[in-house]
Nanobody, 120 residues
Framework: HVQLVESGGGSVQAGGSLRVSCTASTLNLGDYCMGWFRQAPGKERQRVASEALFDRSGYYADSVKGRFTFSRDNAKNTVHLQMNSLNSEDTGMYYC??????????????WGRGTQVTVS
């Protein structure tokens, strides 16, 4: 049973914006460290933005700093990734992840099925 569900992906022109979202029905995301990852065909999955255990500003990959913003809507048990000034390098499948201690790719990490983002 998939506990994380992403939405908001789509096709957008370079320079445009998109917001992807992640929610869960069977767990409280407030109990987890949350992150966003993306994977392009034939490439490794990479972390693009996430919360950090000891840094309240969180983590952003160098390639997205200043363009992407992670946020939470606790009332809706949802996390968002606002993506601005998109370029072709941002194309990929975007995955939501949850982990109790921001230990990504560990046995404790939960993953969604992804939402596709295509920038042309």
């Amino acid at each position: 049973h998939v506990q994380l569900v992403e939405s908001g992906g789509g096709s957008v022109q370079a320079g445009g914006s998109l917001r992807v979202s992640c929610t869960a029905s069977t767990l409280n995301l407030g109990d987890y460290c949350m992150g966003w990852f993306r994977q392009a065909p034939g490439k490794e999955r990479q972390r693009v933005a996430s919360e950090a255990l000891f840094d309240r500003s969180g983590y952003y990959a160098d390639s997205v700093k200043g363009r992407f913003t992670f946020s939470r809507d606790n009332a809706k048990n949802t996390v968002h990734l606002q993506m601005n000034s998109l370029n072709s390098e941002d194309t990929g499948m975007y995955y939501c992840a949850a982990d109790p201690v921001c230990s990504w790719y560990s046995s404790t990490s939960l993953w969604g099925r992804g939402t596709q983002v295509t920038v042309s």
